[in-house]
């Protein structure tokens, strides 16, 4: 099951805008940066539901976990499409979660970033500026 779904043009794409989106800083196994970016891998938080959200919205929040607090944020990707976000969830529910069923559509994507609008609000930050400051500290 795992290798047929692995063979499919939706998960290598998935795969391609983890790497190229994601990994720099999520680590390629989703192991993160202790106290800088926080690992999606080992962690007890679901974050399953928001994850299309949080992928085009980003995340402005602090968190704890593991014992570690993470009170950077993460900049949204307004510029990839429903398809795109559901092939890189999918990517990180199979691979890197062992999900063992398809769990996002690019139609329930869809369905759910329209419905998270509290995750639209403005960055209460100003995005040049702080990326640079953010990079610096990576
Ligand atoms: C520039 C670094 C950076 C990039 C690139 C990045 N993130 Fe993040 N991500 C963060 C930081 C920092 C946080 C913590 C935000 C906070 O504390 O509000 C975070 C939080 C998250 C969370 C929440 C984890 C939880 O336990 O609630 C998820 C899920 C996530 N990112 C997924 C992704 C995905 C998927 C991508 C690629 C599409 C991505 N991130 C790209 C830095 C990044």
């Known amino acids: ?3 047929v779904s692995g063979c499919r043009e939706e998960f290598v794409q998935g795969r391609r805008l983890y790497e190229a989106k ?5 680590m390629h196994d989703g192991t993160g ?4 970016t926080p690992p999606l891998v080992g ?20 968190l704890q976990i593991n014992g570690s607090t993470y009170t950077d944020f993460m900049l949204g990707f ?5 398809v795109e976000i559901s092939n890189i969830s999918n990517y990180i529910a199979f691979r890197l979660l ?10 329930s994507v869809q369905l ?8 639209r609000k403005p960055s209460p930050v100003d995005p040049k500026k702080d990326t640079i400051r ?4 990576i």
């Open 1 to 3: 099951m795992f290798l």
């Open 112 to 119: 759910r970033l329209d419905s998270c609008m509290k995750w």
């Open 22 to 26: 994601c990994a720099g800083c999520h």
């Open 134 to 137: 953010m990079f610096q500290s």
């Open 43 to 62: 962690t007890e938080r679901s974050y399953l539901d928001e994850l299309p959200c949080i992928i085009q919205f980003g995340m402005f929040d602090t």
């Open 98 to 107: 062992n999900v063992k069923q398809p769990k996002y559509s690019p139609v």
């Open 33 to 36: 940066l202790n106290g800088i």
């Open 78 to 82: 307004p510029e990839l499409t429903s």
